[in-house]
């Protein structure tokens, strides 16, 4: 039977999956602590790149509340902004998961038997109802697990045993050590230990990707693998406003994901405020994570997003109309300040010459059309001048070098 | 060397045989106990000896018949003994030097100059000693400001003092690092138990200066005292039984200028001896209590590549700290040759903290937020012991001594906050709050570098002016002010400060030596050869308990508790905080709770919170368990010297001492069991043997009338701290980041100490000395990294430090050098006429060079905790009725702490340190202090005594790099104190 799931891209078809009608859907969940999207693309991490070279992702996820893993955790937890769960801090005060429960509650309303675990190493995290300092509940987990301040590799080594059990259907895996080495030394691609750290978790997730194809059924089993950071990071810190703590990255993979990079621009500034609607319907953001989890999960008669009792925020990546812009072509491919008042910066791995472009409405149609200003070669970025155009959603073409690249930009005077 | 040995022995065998002549033997006191130093000579010949620390002496090898034995000191009269000739042995007992009439008269009372007396006193030990060593007496050390004996000893040469807020706590001498130093109370090591040092170095800060009779600083070594003392040694002799009737008590009261608050302290001593002359005993007990309190800053560094800002804490701390010491001494003198002797000492200090923290976090932890930190912590030292011992002389020149001595150091935290002095949950309470923000404050760059703004910044930093890569950005070192922004209120609890948790961190740490036992047997027949020799044996048994205790706010009950609900109060800044920087924070410090509000803050919240007790589930659980541990060890020493008068102006003092330690230490490994979700623990124990040999010369060459060279090559050691050896999981530091493993492997470290000193006595008052020392210093212990992540168990340590740096562990540094200069000056005008000849100084300056070779830096270092400079001035004017002294104290920055961070290679896997330079190790600021005191003699028996202290105010100055940048300044202000004392 075919997939239900279709793309429609401005590049590209998608690859689409062939899926047994039967195989159990799981989902794995693994959350890095403050990793910063350019540290990830510079660092040598082959196992999230193998992840991600077959699955669907974005460097373009937008934060949009407060860059602390309290509030953030709970965002991409829950389904629901920070207005809803209220968490805002890191005690935890306020909390609403009796509303806006975490998505293992939310999918045992449909699945009783689910098996959720999580193994964590901060212990805020940990479920109020284990004694042990945590401040989440109505979380729907069976097992709580914080290994504390015992290190990555207990994470790796827990889960393994967890792999083992058949049952197993919901699994969160949250590694902080390499928020921890940002604090440290840096956030930064410069910082050493900072890559080292982010290199070390890679091969965390390498065993423990290992563990998962071990598995007895894993042949009669789907998995939704999610990998997602909570927040960037700059200098030793994070929580504040700028583009390297809001601007996060994940990736979705498994059997029933197509292969496909999903950009979008920034639907609105710091803490919901200004936030353009028709933007945050298309643009991947933190509130997606439970929500894409939840589809999965689940069949039809329980839709996460139209589920009015559970009025989530987010959006499911796997639904059909959800759009992705460009095929993973291999290029990294950037631009900048995006909203920005018309001036923008595209960044390309290489540039041959001058960019052809053209731009497009939200009607599709097109608007302006030229060849961008003079690129500086040795950076590999080219300069368009948007100017004069009116404030709104647009689409931008560029070709270079044979090769054809999408983005949506938002233009705000 | 065993035959040199065997040649003494044959040596001191013939003189023994040759030496059938007449010996005189006694003790000379004055009337308030021994006196060492009194030169002893017979007349119309040459033969001359002094008295002992203990005020004994032995002449022997006279010939003549009937003879005048003359006894002087300065300061006393001179006083003779006729005795009739006879041959054999005489003891004449006990004779008494009455104090000199200097001929000042005032309402017809004798004044002596006990200033000239003590330092006179003082100069006579040091001169005499076979070792190089420095003495202060009681009466010297009661002169000075010095509440403690810490303070007391840095006014010797070479000696410089750790601090804690503004009083004396750890020795050093000649800078070499305190924990090499050895300190002793009447000859024997004491244990140690501090709240934050894991070194064998004492708290000095425990022991109040009046019950020390004598205070002797060795540099050099002789093979009779303990030998793991590659710095020096102090000897602490506790006051000795009087000979007549005394009684002394002070009481004085002052101010605390920071805490504007008072001080005050008392003292008394009572000693009598029975008409048979038969019994003596002494008693004495002295308290000091006094409000202190220190304006703090400090800064926190968060990265190793950069010195970004990551926390401003301001600091208001106010205590009261209660000193008390007692101590007991008894004599039973059934006769010449038998001598017993009990004595017991005890002290302790409890310590009431108050701190009221302010922290801006810019990027510590998890966010940026304002952390508001009402700590209080009694901190809880008692020492106590005594010794139970025989002197018997066979015959006047052989002397048998047998000791036993029992002693017991512990520090744990009073009753803060539960009222039950035995609650275990009792510790460093902290009580905090926070609140999460913006700062407005930082500097944005952009990927080249260039200023930008917030949204499109690279890097985000805080820094301090001179390390701002833009012009103009930064806060001066003396003015931080941090700005922020509330954050939009989401919920209501955003712009107020909440509680995120309370917590104690307890602390139980003992240790005991049940049993120490010596044997020392001397034979001092001839003039020319002495021999002594002895065994030591000594146990040991100490533990140190640490945890955790957290009270968290119940997840049942989601409001927050809001900080303003609790009445906080403006906090009061006893005239200002920082303004020794012009009060850069004035009308910006946040309010604080009343002290009953914290203490009872948990009780009062009942159900609101919930109590996390310390066990595997606490945060932190392995930095905790890899900082307890327990551990015994028993030492057995034997040596044997010989003091040879070669001639009447050379003389050396050689012999050998062996030490076998026997140490087991035993802490717990880890272990996590992830099938069944649980973690457990391990017992861990390891153990060794090792043997120090320690071959020891001293000589002395007297050059001229008043002046005399000495020269020492010793060998000398330093036994790992036990924390340093111990298995089991690591100490876990997650301020710096660090996780360090004890090595069950450590091997002490061993010195060659080669030292050289010239010594000149002026007028009898005044001493002149000119010294150097060589140290070549192998083993020293250190920290390095370690690439191995097995625990000393081979039970997998499975935590690594973030970023591939894996572990520090113990480590021996291959060898250090350590190279210096002394010079001491001591002098009384009294050749000037008029009150001028009442006016004298006191000098010492001492200049240290070190190298280190570790293996992580390419560069040898200095030595850590090695100042280079170190002087001492005082002046004073010592007239019969009044004295004023005025004494400075003089310290260079020194290198405290290397920092070795270290980066993995991806290629190798090895640990590349960082930094080679010094940019980012840790410093001690330059220290100059100043005190002053005087005392008036208005009648007989009453004196009126002032001091102050800190004159200067010098803040305490911890910096990385450059003094411009520093992380800890600390001001104490000035005290001072006025008092009373009455001698009977």
């Known amino acids: 039977m075919k997939s239900p799931l279709f793309f429609l891209s401005l590049a590209a078809a998608l690859f689409s999956a062939q899926l047994e009608a039967q195989n159990e859907k799981k989902v794995m969940f693994i959350g890095i602590d403050g990793l910063r999207y350019d540290a990830l693309v510079e660092a040598n991490t082959p196992i999230i790149d193998s992840l991600k070279n077959v699955g669907l992702y974005t460097n373009d996820s937008w934060h949009l509340g407060i860059t602390m893993s309290g509030p953030s955790w709970s965002s991409m937890l829950t389904g629901v902004w920070e207005n809803k769960h209220l968490v805002t801090n890191n005690s935890y005060t306020n909390a609403n998961y009796t509303n806006y429960p975490y998505f293992p509650k939310r999918a045992k309303e449909c699945r009783p038997d689910l098996k959720c675990v999580q193994i964590i190493t901060w212990n805020p995290m940990d479920d109020a109802s284990n004694g042990t300092g945590g401040y989440v509940y109505n979380s729907g987990w069976d097992y709580s697990l914080d290994v504390g301040t015992h290190g990555q590799g207990l994470v790796t080594s827990a889960a393994l045993t967890q792999m083992l059990d058949a049952e197993l259907d919901v699994l969160f895996l949250h590694y902080d050590e390499v928020d921890v080495a940002g604090h440290a030394n840096g956030f930064s691609p410069t910082v050493p230990t900072y890559m080292n750290a982010i290199e070390g978790v890679d091969q965390e997730i390498g065993q423990v990707m290992n563990g998962l194809r071990s598995r007895s059924n894993y042949a009669n089993e789907d998995w939704l693998i999610l990998l997602t950071t909570d927040h960037g990071g700059i200098g030793l810190g994070h929580g504040g406003n700028t583009n390297n703590e809001r601007h996060i990255w994940w990736i979705a993979s498994g059997p029933s994901v197509p292969n496909a990079e999903i950009t979008g621009p920034d639907p609105g500034s710091y803490q919901l405020t200004g936030v353009n609607p028709v933007t945050l319907d298309n643009t991947p953001v933190l509130t997606d994570i439970a929500v894409t989890a939840l589809d999965h999960l689940l069949d039809d008669n329980c839709n996460p997003e139209t589920n009015a009792t559970w009025n989530l925020d987010g959006k499911s990546w796997l639904d059909e109309g959800a759009y992705v812009e460009d095929k993973k072509d291999g290029f990294r491919f950037e631009v900048y300040p995006n909203p920005s008042q018309g001036k923008f910066t595209a960044v390309f791995e290489s540039v041959k010459q001058d960019a052809a472009y053209s731009v497009y409405d939200q009607a599709g149609k097109m608007v302006m059309m030229g060849r961008a200003s003079s690129p500086l070669m040795e950076n590999n970025r080219i300069f368009f001048d948007l100017t004069g155009l009116e404030k709104g959603l647009y689409t931008i073409q560029i070709q270079n070098d044979g090769k054809s690249f999408s983005r949506r930009l938002i233009i705000n005077q | ?984």
């Open chain 2, 1 to 984: 060397m065993k035959k040199t040995i065997l040649y003494l022995f044959i040596l001191i065998s013939a003189l023994n045989i040759s030496a059938q002549t007449t010996v005189i033997s006694g003790i000379v006191n004055d009337k308030v106990g021994p006196l060492p130093g009194v030169a002893v000579s017979v007349q119309n010949t040459t033969k001359g000896i002094t008295t002992n620390v203990e005020g004994r002496f032995q002449l022997s090898g006279l010939t003549i018949s009937d003879s005048l034995i003359q006894f002087s000191m300065i300061g006393y009269e001179i006083k003779t003994v006729s005795i009739k000739g006879r041959s054999g042995q005489l003891n004449l007992g006990v004779i008494i030097l009455e104090e000199k009439k200097n001929g000042y008269q005032l309402d017809g009372v004798d004044i002596v100059a006990e200033m000239a007396e003590g330092e006179a006193k003082a100069i006579d030990m040091t001169r005499l000693s076979p070792r190089q060593m420095n003495v202060i007496s009681a009466s010297t050390a009661m002169k000075l400001p010095d509440r403690n004996v810490a303070e007391a000893v840095q006014r010797i040469p070479g000696v410089v003092l750790e601090r804690d807020q503004g009083e004396g706590r750890f020795i050093s001498f000649r800078g070499t690092p305190s924990d090499w130093s050895s300190a002793t109370v009447n000859g024997d090591r004491l244990p140690a138990a501090d709240e934050e040092s894991r070194t064998r170095a004492i708290n000095f800060d425990i022991l109040p200066t009046n019950l020390v009779e004598y205070t002797a600083v060795s540099k050099t070594l002789t093979p009779d005292i303990e030998g793991d003392a590659i710095g020096g040694s102090a000897n602490f002799l506790t006051r000795f039984p009087v000979s007549e009737r005394t009684l002394q008590f002070s009481l004085g009261g002052g101010m605390n200028f920071q805490a504007q608050a008072p001080v005050g302290n008392g003292s008394f001593l009572y000693g009598d001896i029975s008409k048979s002359k038969k019994w003596s005993f002494v008693t004495g007990a002295s308290f000091y209590s006094r409000n202190w309190a220190t304006d703090n800053y400090q800064i926190f560094y968060g990265g190793n590549l950069n010195h970004a800002l990551t926390r401003l804490e301001l600091r208001d701390y106010k205590g009261v700290r209660n000193t008390l010491g007692s101590n007991f001494a008894v004599q039973f003198k059934p006769s010449e040759k038998w001598r017993f002797h009990v004595k017991a000492i005890q002290g302790g200090m409890d310590d009431n903290e108050w701190n009221r923290k302010i922290m801006y976090n810019w990027s510590t932890g998890v966010g940026q937020s304002i952390k508001l930190q009402n700590i209080h912590n009694i901190l809880s030292n008692r020492f106590y012991g005594g010794e139970a011992g025989i002197q018997f002389n066979p015959k006047t020149h052989k002397t048998l001594q047998f000791k036993i001595a029992s002693y017991q150091n512990e520090f744990r935290y009073g009753a803060v906050p539960f009222k039950g002095k035995k609650d275990a949950r009792n510790g460093y309470y902290v009580l905090e709050f926070e609140k999460a923000l913006q700062f407005t404050d930082f500097l944005y760059l952009d990927e080249n570098g260039q200023q930008t703004d917030e949204l499109n910044a690279y890097e985000r930093f805080k820094f301090l002016d001179i390390d701002s890569p833009v012009e103009g950005y930064g806060d001066p070192y003396t003015n931080i002010q941090p700005t922020y922004k509330n954050n939009v209120p989401v919920s209501p609890s955003d712009t107020m400060f909440i509680f995120t948790r309370a917590y104690t961190e307890t602390n139980q740490t003992r240790e005991r030596d049940p049993i120490v036992l010596q044997l020392d047997w001397s034979d001092k027949r001839a003039k020319m050869v002495n021999y002594k020799t002895g065994l030591k044996f000594r146990n040991k048994e100490g533990f140190r308990n640490v945890g955790l205790e957290v009270w968290e706010r119940n997840p049942a009950f989601p409001k927050p508790l809001i900080y303003n609900n609790y009445n906080p109060q403006t906090l009061d800044e006893n005239g200002g905080f920082l303004e020794e920087l012009g009060t850069p924070y004035s009308g910006k410090m946040f309010p604080f709770f009343d002290k009953d509000v914290v203490d009872n803050f948990i009780e009062d919240r009942g159900d609101t919170l919930v109590y996390r007790p310390f066990g595997v589930n606490t945060p932190y659980y392995n930095q905790f368990i890899g900082s307890s541990y327990a551990y015994t060890e028993n030492v057995l020493a034997g040596y044997f010297m010989t003091d040879v008068f070669l001639t009447p102006s050379f003389s050396f003092n050689v012999g050998i001492r062996s030490e076998l330690t026997q140490v087991e230490v035993r802490a717990d490994s880890v272990v996590e069991d992830l099938v069944n979700f649980t973690r457990y623990l391990v017992p861990t124990s390891s153990g060794r043997n090792y043997w120090a040999i320690l071959p020891m010369l001293n000589f002395k060459i007297k050059s001229g009338k008043n002046s005399q060279f000495r020269g020492a090559i010793t060998r000398s050691f330093r036994r790992p701290n036990f924390n340093e050896m111990k298995p089991g999981t690591a100490a876990i530091d997650y301020t710096n980041f660090d996780v360090v493993f004890g090595n069950t492997l450590l091997r002490p470290s061993f010195a060659w100490n080669a030292d050289v000193m010239f010594e000149k006595y002026i007028n009898q008052n005044g001493l002149i000395s000119l010294g150097g020392f060589y140290k070549y210093v192998t083993d020293h212990i250190y920290t390095a990294f370690e690439s191995s992540s097995a625990d000393n168990n081979g039970i997998s340590n499975e935590f690594q430090i973030p970023g591939g740096v894996i572990a520090k562990k113990y480590q021996n540094a291959p060898y250090a050098n350590i190279a210096g200069l002394e010079a001491n000056l001591s002098f009384k005008f009294n050749f000037l006429p008029g009150n001028w000849k009442h006016f004298g100084l006191t000098a010492n300056y001492s200049y240290t060079w070190s190298e280190l070779k570790i293996e992580s830096r390419d560069k040898l270092q200095a030595l850590p905790r090695q100042s280079p400079n170190v002087a001492n001035l005082a002046v004073f004017y010592d007239a019969p009725k009044f004295t004023i002294r005025f004494a400075g104290n003089y310290k260079d920055p020194f290198l405290y702490e290397l920092n070795l961070y270290a980066v993995e290679d991806p290629k190798t896997g090895k640990p590349i340190v960082v930094h080679q330079d010094n940019s980012y190790d840790m410093y001690v600021g330059r220290m100059f202090s100043l005190d002053a005191s005087a005392t008036w003699s208005f009648s007989k028996r009453f004196s009126l005594t002032a001091e102050a202290n800190n004159l200067t105010n010098t803040p305490y100055v911890v910096y990385r790099g450059r003094p411009e940048r520093p992380v800890k300044t600390e001001y104490y202000s000035i005290r001072a104190l006025i008092g009373l004392r009455f001698t009977l």
